[in-house]
Nanobody
């Protein structure tokens, strides 16, 4: 199993920056990829950014050029650097890990961290 703990959320003014962190523990050797998702009130959870074990990244169109996903392989900590934040980025941000073992593939989720961008 994998445990994910996010940190770094908070309140920031539009145009500001925040960095989210997600510390992974447990069977981290079985993690194939990780990502950040977000869910705003009344909306479905959506992918923000994703990074594979090999380092390939992809981003939602709405955050391209403003957000950067990265990973510390030594400690298996996932980061999301967010810049030029907009009120529309306000949401609960969740860390996700895709895990594979002999039983198959499954996803693990963190508890979420709130990001609020004021105008």
């Amino acid at each position: 199993q994998v445990q994910l703990v996010e940190s770094g959320g908070g309140l920031v003014q539009a145009g500001g920056s925040l960095r989210l962190s997600c510390a992974a523990s447990g069977a981290i050797a079985n993690i194939n990829s990780m990502g950040w998702y977000r869910q705003a009130p009344g909306k479905q959870r959506e992918l923000v950014a994703h990074i594979t074990r090999g380092g390939t990244t992809n981003y939602a169109d709405s955050v391209k050029g403003r957000f950067t996903i990265s990973r510390d392989n030594a400690g298996f900590t996932l980061y999301l650097q967010m810049s030029s934040l907009k009120p529309g980025d306000t949401a609960v941000y969740y860390c996700e890990a895709t895990y594979t073992d002999a039983l198959g593939e499954r996803d693990y989720w963190g508890q979420g961290t709130q990001v609020t961008v004021s105008s």
